[in-house]
C-alpha cells in the first residue's frame, strides 16, 4: 500500500477528525442511554476494531474505513471521560484530577514518538503496522480495568433513579467508606436535590432545550463550552507543533534527527509542562489561568511573527521529513515555507520562544480547554451539550491543520500575527463573559446560570445549596450551643438578652435563599 501523495495524506487526517466529529455528537445521546461507564468501554472497543482495521490494511480503502473508525472512537472517548470525571470527583480536586487525563495524554503523545522512530528502520510495511498494533496493548490494558475496578457516575445512577447505587459508589470514593458518613450524605443530598428538581421542572429532556435560553440559560453555556474548545484550537499552538520538524530543518539538521529531535522535544516539553497544571489548577482558578495563559500565547507568538518577518520567508520545494528507508510510506509533498534563518542568534530564539508557547500552552489552555466544558451545564443536558462542544474542538483542529500550511505559503509571517491577535481578542472574551467554576459543585455552578445574574457578574457570589446551607447551619449551632438550636427552624424565639431570630442575619439570609430553589 503507497501512501505517496499530500492529498492523501490530507485526506486521511480528514478522516480521522471527521470520525471524531461524529462519534463526539453521537457520544451525547448514548452517555445519557447507556451510562458513562458502558460507553467508555464501547469506545475503547470500537478503537480496538479501529486498529486493527489500519494494521492490516492492503489497500488504501481499508485505510480509510480503519481511520474512520477510530475517528469515531476518538471523539467518543474525548467526550465521555471527561463527563465521567467531573460527574465522580470531588469539587476541590476536579481540577487536578482532570489534568492527570492530560497529563496521561501528554504521556502517551511522547511515548509515541520514541516508539515511531523504534520502528522507523524496520523493512517493509512491518515497522508502521508494529506502531499503530502496539496502541491494542494499552486500549485491552483500558478495557478490562473499566469492566473491573470502575463505577458508574454517582450522578448517572440517580438521574436513572437508582439511588442506592449512587449512594454506594460515593460511600467507596468519599468519606470513610461507609454509606452514613456525614459528607456522602451532604453530596448525596446534594445531588438528589438538583436531579430530582429538574425532573420535575423538565419532564422531556431533549436536544431543543440545550439551545434555548429559558431559566436554565442552556444556550449561554453551551455558546461558553463550545468557544473555550474553539479558542483551545485558534491559540494557534497546534499549527506550531505540527511545522516544528520543517522549523528545525532550517537550522541545519538534516533528514530524521531533525524530525525526531522535533517531535521528541514537543512531546517533552508538552509533557513536563502539565505537571504544574497538576499541582497548581485548583488553586489559580480557571479565569486568571485562562486570561493569563492567552495573553502569555498571545505575546510570544507576536514575538515569533517579529522574529519571521525581519528575516523573512521563502517558499521552497524542498521535501518534508520523513525517513527515505521507510517502504511504501515515502512523502513526496513539498515544505510550505522554508525559514531563511540561519543557525545563530534569530533562528535560535524563535525555537525558544516556540517551545515556551507550548509549555504555556500545556499548562493553561491545554488542560483547561478539557476541563471548564465539564462544569457547566446541568445533569440533563450535560452529555448532549459536552458532545456539541467537544465536536467544536474536533472541527476547529481539522481547520487549523488544513488551513496553517496554506495560510504559510500565501501570507508567510501574517499567519503568526493573526494567531496572536486570535490571542489577545480570547483573553478579552474570557475576563468579559466567563464565569468562574473552581471550587464549586456541579449544582452550584448550576445555580451560577439559573440564577438571575447578569452575564458580566462574573465573579458573582452564588447561594449555596440547601445541603451546603445545612452543613454551615450544624457548624454554626456546634460553635455556640448555648444560643442555636438544631435543626434550625425560621421561626423567632426570645434570647436571654432581647427578641431576634435564632439564626444571624447572613445565615438566615442564606438560607432562605438556599431553600427558595429546593421546591
Request: glycine content about 8%; charged content about 15%; proline content about 4%.
Amino acid at each position: 500500500m503507497n501512501i505517496t501523495t499530500e492529498s492523501i495524506r490530507s485526506a486521511l487526517i480528514s478522516t480521522l477528525m471527521a470520525g471524531a466529529v461524529i462519534g463526539a455528537i453521537l457520544s451525547g445521546p448514548l452517555a445519557d442511554a447507556i451510562g458513562r461507564k458502558a460507553l467508555m468501554a464501547l469506545g475503547t472497543i470500537i478503537f480496538i476494531f479501529g486498529n486493527v482495521l489500519q494494521v492490516g490494511a492492503d489497500n488504501i480503502k481499508t485505510m480509510y474505513g480503519g481511520r474512520a473508525v477510530t475517528g469515531i472512537s476518538l471523539g467518543i472517548l474525548s467526550m465521555v471521560v471527561p463527563l465521567y470525571q467531573s460527574e465522580i470527583v470531588h469539587k476541590k480536586m476536579r481540577g487536578r484530577l482532570m489534568s492527570i487525563q492530560q497529563f496521561a495524554i501528554t504521556l502517551g503523545t511522547c511515548c509515541s514518538y520514541w516508539l515511531d522512530y523504534a520502528f522507523v528502520d524496520v523493512p517493509g510495511s512491518t515497522g508502521w503496522r508494529l506502531a499503530l498494533g502496539i496502541q491494542i496493548v494499552p486500549a485491552l490494558v483500558c478495557l478490562i480495568g473499566l469492566l473491573i475496578f470502575i463505577p458508574q457516575s454517582p450522578r448517572h445512577s440517580i438521574d436513572k433513579n437508582h439511588p442506592a447505587e449512587a449512594l454506594a459508589t460515593l460511600a467507596k470514593i468519599r468519606g470513610d467508606g461507609t454509606t452514613t458518613h456525614t459528607d456522602v450524605l451532604m453530596e448525596f443530598a446534594e445531588m438528589k436535590q438538583n436531579i430530582t428538581f429538574e425532573h420535575k421542572l423538565f419532564k422531556e429532556q431533549k436536544y431543543r432545550r440545550i439551545f434555548f435560553s429559558g431559566p436554565e440559560n442552556n444556550r449561554r453555556r453551551l455558546l461558553l463550552g463550545m468557544s473555550v474548545q474553539i479558542f483551545q484550537q485558534l491559540t494557534g499552538v497546534n499549527a506550531l507543533l505540527v511545522f516544528a520538524p520543517q522549523i528545525f530543518q532550517s537550522t541545519g539538521l538534516p533528514g530524521r534527527d531533525a524530525a525526531l529531535f522535533a517531535n521528541g522535544l514537543s512531546g517533552s516539553i508538552n509533557l513536563l509542562a502539565t505537571i504544574p497544571a497538576m499541582i497548581f489548577i485548583d488553586k489559580w482558578g480557571r479565569r486568571p489561568t485562562m486570561i493569563i495563559g492567552a495573553l502569555l500565547c498571545g505575546i510570544c507568538i507576536g514575538i515569533m511573527a517579529i522574529l519571521a518577518g525581519v528575516h523573512g520567508y521563502s517558499y521552497s520545494n524542498a521535501t518534508l521529513l520523513q525517513p527515505s528507508s521507510v517502504v511504501n510510506m515515502q512523502q513526496t509533498g513539498s515544505n510550505p515555507f522554508y525559514l531563511t534563518f540561519d543557525a545563530n542568534g534569530p533562528t535560535i530564539g524563535f525555537l525558544i520562544v516556540m517551545y515556551f508557547t507550548v509549555a504555556v500552552y500545556s499548562c493553561t489552555w491545554g488542560t483547561l480547554g478539557w476541563i471548564y466544558p465539564t462544569e457547566l451545564y446541568s445533569q440533563g443536558v450535560r452529555a448532549k451539550a459536552l458532545g456539541i462542544s467537544t465536536a467544536s474542538n474536533w472541527l476547529f483542529t481539522l481547520a487549523v491543520l488544513q488551513l496553517s500550511p496554506i495560510m504559510l505559503e500565501y501570507i508567510h509571517w501574517v499567519t503568526y500575527l493573526l494567531f496572536s491577535i486570535f490571542c489577545l481578542i480570547i483573553a478579552l472574551v474570557v475576563h468579559n463573559y466567563f464565569p468562574e467554576t473552581n471550587g464549586k459543585s456541579l449544582e452550584e455552578v448550576d445555580l451560577i446560570f439559573s440564577c438571575k445574574f447578569n452575564y458580566y457578574d462574573v465573579d458573582v457570589h452564588h447561594p449555596q445549596t440547601a445541603a451546603e446551607a445545612l452543613n454551615q447551619m450544624e457548624k454554626a449551632q456546634q460553635r455556640n450551643k448555648a444560643i442555636y438550636r438544631f435543626p434550625f427552624t425560621p421561626d423567632r424565639i426570645p434570647s436571654n438578652h432581647h427578641n431576634r431570630s435564632v439564626l444571624p442575619t447572613h445565615v438566615y439570609y442564606r438560607t432562605h435563599t438556599s431553600f427558595v430553589y429546593n421546591y
